[in-house]
Antibody, heavy 120, light 109 residues
């Protein structure tokens, strides 16, 4: 069974930084494409970004609202993916979910999420 | 980028059938995936590629598509089906490739 466990959320001031981690188990991590999806309080789901596996280039893509501020990376030796969030804004307040990406196009496993609150 | 429109809410009595629609221009050319999100929980995929069901998902959940509208059907609705449901497509031609619908709250009366 695939398990994804996020950590690193918390309260941060506007303009601050935070790094989220996602530990994966139950899958061949090296082969996985991974993504982050967020959900603002009371709102819908919003894709944040994705990282491919090394064989497919290890490249990243980001949604426009976070491009240039957020960075996704992975450590295949630790079965972990990270989301580095800089220059945080109030509108980044959300639960952040780590997901696996199946066949490029949909999200087949989700973590339980970690809450990020950006507030002064 | 693409927009996927869902009705904000659907109400259904136990044992009846709930139908949730997802409309958008891209639907006719891309596979549609559906997620269930129970209160306080992470989303779970219940249908992918328009009509396929992951292992472990009840056969009461089914998907279909016609033109630019996709439909998630929940048969013989149970109290545990009360949740938010989101459609999603992959827009290969966009710099925002993963698009979610606006979400539908299913209430079991």
């Amino acid at each position: 069974e695939v398990q994804l466990v996020e950590s690193g959320g918390g309260l941060v001031k506007p303009g601050g930084s935070l790094r989220l981690s996602c530990a994966a188990s139950g899958l061949i991590f090296n082969n996985a494409w991974l993504s982050w999806v967020r959900q603002a309080p009371g709102k819908g789901l919003e894709w944040v970004g994705r990282i491919k596996n090394k064989v497919d280039g290890g490249t990243t893509e980001y949604a426009a609202p976070v491009k240039g501020r957020f960075t996704i990376s992975r450590d295949d030796s630790k079965n972990k993916v990270y989301l580095q969030m800089n220059s945080l804004k109030a509108e980044d307040t959300a639960v952040y979910y780590c997901t696996t990406v199946r066949s490029t196009i949909h999200f087949d496993n989700w973590g339980q999420g970690t809450l990020v609150t950006v507030s002064s | 980028s693409s927009v996927l429109t869902q009705p904000p809410s659907v109400s259904v009595a136990p044992g009846q059938t709930a139908r949730i629609t997802c409309g958008g221009n891209i639907i006719g050319s891309e596979g549609v995936h559906w997620y269930q999100q129970r209160p306080g929980q992470a989303p779970v995929v219940v249908v992918y590629y328009d009509s396929d069901r992951p292992s472990g998902i009840s056969e009461r959940f089914s998907g279909s598509k016609s033109g630019n509208t996709a439909t998630l059907t929940i048969s013989r609705v149970e109290a545990g089906d009360e949740a938010d449901y989101y459609c999603q497509v992959w827009d290969s031609g966009s710099d925002h490739p993963y698009v979610f619908g606006t979400g539908t709250k299913v209430t079991v009366l």
